[in-house]
């Protein structure tokens, strides 16, 4: 939920209340299931005088409208259904259909504010007496599909802080708004109903339940500050346990600029550079050396502290440490052995690497063999110029570093992940791959747009 401090707040529509009583979302959602239904079903009769290709192409035009219809009505109601519609569309890409996963990513935490009366009460609620000693910010620099973030000062002390304010109910809402979704699903008969779809509800039933206890977010944010408050490049902010709750979290306030603010592209590439490094850097440690990571790749969880000074270090601010999922040890070696294969760009190594691990061990080995070169391609960025002739020149500079922005490896990956499956019975990745497959692609986005260069040796020999 990042906010640039460098622009002026925005001036949002404001909203009193959310629709957060059971009996208002069901009856919204109903009444998206049953326009939905009607028009399914006038579609579907309407089209029975048509031939195969006319009726393919017509059912394709109104799957995207249906789509785009779905996500503006669950736009309106914010809390855990947005959520769950983005998170569906950020992990959901095998198991909805394309016009559904475009259309839920439309779904952004830009929406309408709460209004302060409402955001006030809430904190009257939480802090009880502890109220009068903030001034408060009734402006809110940041919003989500969950909460709304203001700006404050500890009185007696001076010190800036800002509160991430739970929105009232959504929490209570979690578990009904995804008997809703699923109902909206199934009713409209957009997704099939199917086990992976049953699976992908628990793991989003898991992750939101998880986001909305900002205890856990405050001991995780400690973590992760302890770890790198010694390194110049990351801030993390601190967290004032004095005025956090479960719904309530507060911490200090750490200005930055967005990842996409144009200030950012006119620094010198060096700069840019060195940011798109300790990025990536900070992935490879979640996974590699700490066990846990943030699993949302959205740009909004970063902002970076520009110096003033161009000899100074230019920090990387790290927000939002709610959605952080914990890997076992097992799954971290057979990863290990993945990096490690990618960085010699072996194949055979590859196939090894994936052995052990069940998904893996049910392939084929023609299977096993295709899965094993979309891993090469996707670990390109990681592995040693001088072992890998498939690096096109294009993408490495004088100094064989990895040119992001000229990779089109998003693209590419996506290309050949999709030639993949539809050459075997593919099976739906662990839902542990598919995030950590997410977070890598969230990683390339940033250093393309960022159109920063790195070092793989750096990236990688640490962990070899």
Known sequence: MAHDTSKPSSTKHSIDNLKTSGFERRMSIAKTSLNIGRRW??????GMFLNKEARTAR???????QANYLATELGKLKGSVVKIGQMLAIYGEHILPPEITRALQTLNDDTATLSWPTIEQTLHTLLGDKISE???DPTPIGTASLAQVHRATVIATGEQVVLKVQYPGVADAINSDLALFKQLLKVSNIVPQTRALDAWFEEIRDL???EVDYEAEAATTERFYERLKDDPRYIVPKINRTYSKKRLLCMSYEPGITVV?????QLSHQRRNAIGQAAIEIMMKEIFVWGEMQTDPNFGNY?????ENEDDIDKLVLLDFGA???FDNHLLSIAHGLLKAGYHHDHQSMMRAMTGYDFFDSMSQKVKSDIAALFLLATEPFSNPATNPDISAECLDADSRYI???SKLHSRLSSKASRAMQSFEFNLPPKEFMFISRKFIGAYTFLTVLDAYTDSDKLVKLYL
């Open 208 to 210: 939101l339940h998880h």
């Open 404 to 406: 992001w922005a000229n």
């Open 41 to 46: 079903a006038g579609n579907s009769v309407s």
């Open 261 to 265: 603010s144009t200030s950012l592209q």
């Open 324 to 326: 952080i999922r914990q």
């Open 59 to 65: 059912n394709q035009a109104f799957m995207e409208t």
């Open 134 to 136: 903030l001034a408060i």
């Open 303 to 307: 902002l970076v502290r520009v110096s």
